[in-house]
């Protein structure tokens, strides 16, 4: 089992910038991702960003030059860097992990809300 602690949303003006932070704690495997997908109401949850225990990174193209996903395996955490923030930016974001190989595993954290206003 893994628990992923999210943190860092809030309300922020449109082009402000809001850093989101998720720390993973228990059975830890290796080649594992950690990522950042987004839900806004009556939408479904994409991928915004995900990055492997390697260091290789995924964007959806609607943040690429604008958000930065980074980790720190020592501290299993994972951070997104969102910066020139727009209203359609505005979701509830969720951090994962997952497990790259088998056994395959996949985890949620519990959602943390990002408001951006116009």
């Known amino acids: 089992q893994v628990q992923l602690v999210e943190s860092g949303g809030g309300l922020v003006q449109a082009g402000g910038s809001l850093t989101l932070s998720c720390a993973a704690s228990g059975k830890i495997l290796s080649n594992n991702a950690m990522g950042w997908y987004r839900q806004a109401p009556g939408k479904q949850r994409e991928l915004v960003a995900e990055i492997t225990s390697g260091g290789n990174t995924n964007y959806v193209d609607s943040v690429k030059g604008r958000f930065t996903i980074s980790r720190d395996n020592a501290k299993n955490t994972v951070y997104l860097q969102m910066n020139s923030l727009k209203a359609e930016d505005t979701a509830v974001y969720y951090c994962?992990?997952?497990?790259?190989?088998?056994?395959?595993?996949?985890?949620w954290g519990q959602g943390t809300q990002v408001t951006v206003s116009s």
């Open positions: 994962n992990w997952r497990r790259r190989l088998a056994p395959y595993e996949n985890y």
